[in-house]
């Protein structure tokens, strides 16, 4: 009981000090402000980053083995993946044939088009040729309309489906489906609108909401595909066997393109997997360099914590003295000097925590989608309570220390 009320006395002899030097607290928290700022939004933003960025590619599919002429990782002589042979579709059918076990083989090509319209007009549209296949190794479906189907891909039907950016920019509030847009020259009527998935394209990958879909017959036909490198996307019978898959593929492929047990693959075989691999190590170097520039900054602001409370003590030492003369204990001196340092910087964790809550709900609005999780919340205040106990210790066992007679004659 005895030791509760001398924290007690403690915590309000601290607070009395911080009231009676309010602008002195305020721009000493201000580096603990900036600091929790910088922590919490650095780890949000991480934290929504990864989030957008799995829950992108997880369209590709964790099941789903992706035939290419360059790997998407490229590591080692670059011209030795440029000069190899392209894809060609005619490939990708016997592959399809000789693949059995594959729950879906479907063959795509690319190109970026202009699209438009009546007046409207978007530039550089990443037109996709593909197959019926597509809902069965991807994720998302149509929200509204259709996607293609075998009668469209067989008989090069003129029709697309548009991805949910495009929608929002070209048609507005218009309806898209059965109007007639001009993709390049060439004009196709929009069956179906895919749902919103989200965009890889801040790691090189696709902007899967601002792709136009066309069966891949009658992209050959409008684009020409001669001379296009084909993708090949393969999904494995199950998760579990996938790497006995990948050998199967690999064994195929190397069948189709006629190559010698000496020759060396000339295709590549890609999966999720190595693009969120080489997401977190980049992420990790990034948030690694971006919590090193915040604890410096919590540093600083740790030590201007410091040296305020060094000025506290020697501006109180004839407070000090005379609290010892009376019978007030080392712990109790050095616990209200504590809890001086500890008030400062829990208030400017609360202020930085309010101030991280704006910064967060700028990004989710403008960037992307982010969350401020309790867990990040409470460490904040953690971190910011124990600056408080660091950094004020030295000072606080000064004050604790101090000899009461000298302390006294203080002036």
């Known amino acids: 009981m005895k030791s509760l009320r001398q924290v007690l006395e403690s915590l309000r002899i601290g607070f009395d000090s911080l009231r009676a030097n309010k602008a002195r607290g305020v721009l000493t928290a201000l580096g603990i402000i900036i600091g929790i700022v910088a922590v919490i939004t650095t780890m949000t933003a991480a934290n929504g980053l990864s989030n957008n960025f799995k829950e992108s590619v997880s369209a590709l599919g964790s099941d789903v083995l992706y035939v290419s002429r360059m790997p998407w990782i490229v590591t080692g002589n670059f011209f030795e993946f440029r000069n190899r042979p392209n894809l060609t579709l005619e490939?990708?059918?016997?592959?399809?044939?000789?693949?059995?076990?594959?729950?879906?083989?479907?063959?795509?090509?690319?190109?970026?088009?202009?699209?438009?319209?009546?007046?409207?007009?978007?530039?550089?549209?990443?037109?996709?040729?593909?197959?019926?296949?597509?809902m069965l190794v991807a994720s998302a479906v149509p929200e509204i309309g259709r996607f293609l189907t075998r009668f469209d891909i067989r008989f090069n039907k003129s029709v697309c489906v548009i991805g949910s950016t495009v929608r929002e920019r070209l048609f507005e509030n218009v309806d898209p489906l059965n109007k007639t847009m001009k993709i390049g020259r060439r004009r196709f009527r929009v069956v179906g609108v895919m749902e919103k998935q989200g965009s890889a394209a801040f790691f090189g990958g696709p902007d899967f909401d601002s792709q136009v879909f066309v069966p891949i017959t009658s992209f050959v036909k409008a684009f020409g595909g001669s001379h296009r490198d084909i993708n090949v996307a393969v999904k494995a019978p199950s998760q579990a066997s996938l790497a006995d898959f990948e050998f199967e593929l690999i064994g195929e492929m190397r069948?189709?393109?006629?190559?010698?047990?000496?020759?060396?693959?000339?295709?590549?075989?890609?999966?999720?997997?190595?693009?969120?691999?080489?997401?977190?190590?980049?992420?990790?170097?990034?948030?690694?360099?971006?919590?090193?520039?915040?604890t410096i900054s919590l540093f600083v602001g740790g030590i201007g914590v410091m040296n305020i409370m060094y000025v506290s003590v020697t501006e109180r030492t004839k407070e000090i003295g005379i609290?010892?003369?009376?019978?007030a204990k080392r712990r109790a001196i050095l616990a209200q000097f504590l809890f001086e340092s500890m008030a400062i910087c829990a208030f400017g964790g609360l202020v930085g925590l309010a101030g991280a809550f704006g910064v967060t709900a700028l990004i989710d609005r403008l960037v992307m989608p982010a969350t401020i999780s309790p867990g990040i919340a409470t460490l904040a205040v953690v971190i910011s309570m124990g600056i408080g106990v660091l950094f004020g210790f030295l000072p606080a066992w000064k004050a604790s220390r101090l000899n009461p007679i000298e302390a006294l004659r203080y002036e």
């Open 255 to 294: 069948k189709i393109r006629k190559l010698r047990p000496s020759d060396r693959d000339n295709f590549s075989i890609n999966q999720m997997d190595s693009l969120v691999g080489m997401f977190n190590s980049v992420m990790g170097v990034v948030v690694t360099i971006g919590l090193v520039i915040t």
């Open 323 to 327: 609290r010892k003369a009376i019978g």
């Open 91 to 134: 490939e990708a059918e016997l592959l399809a044939r000789r693949m059995r076990s594959a729950r879906a083989v479907n063959p795509t090509i690319n190109t970026s088009k202009s699209i438009k319209y009546r007046s409207e007009v978007i530039e550089n549209v990443e037109i996709l040729g593909t197959t019926d296949q597509q």
